[in-house]
């Protein structure tokens, strides 16, 4: 458990699929494979992103106090 994550969150569910965008990326970075278009990659990465500020704004977190 190198990041101690619950999988059965909804944050964890989300880190297993964010991660697996960012794993893709930096697999293109290092060696240019890719298992689908980098640039789709790249933009559900953001949207990811975006899905989490949004849980944690949902869960009374806002941009001053996001611990």
């Known amino acids: 458990e190198m990041f ?3 999988i059965a969150t909804p944050e964890g569910v989300w880190a297993v699929y964010f991660l697996k ?3 893709a990326i930096l697999a293109f970075l290092g060696q240019h494979s890719e298992s ?9 990465s953001r ?8 849980h944690l704004s949902e869960e009374g977190h806002d941009e ?3 611990s």
């Open 4 to 6: 101690n994550i619950n």
């Open 21 to 23: 965008h960012v794993f």
């Open 36 to 44: 689908e278009p980098i640039v789709g990659r790249i933009a559900d």
């Open 47 to 54: 949207n990811y992103l975006d899905l989490l500020w949004g």
């Open 64 to 66: 001053t106090n996001l």
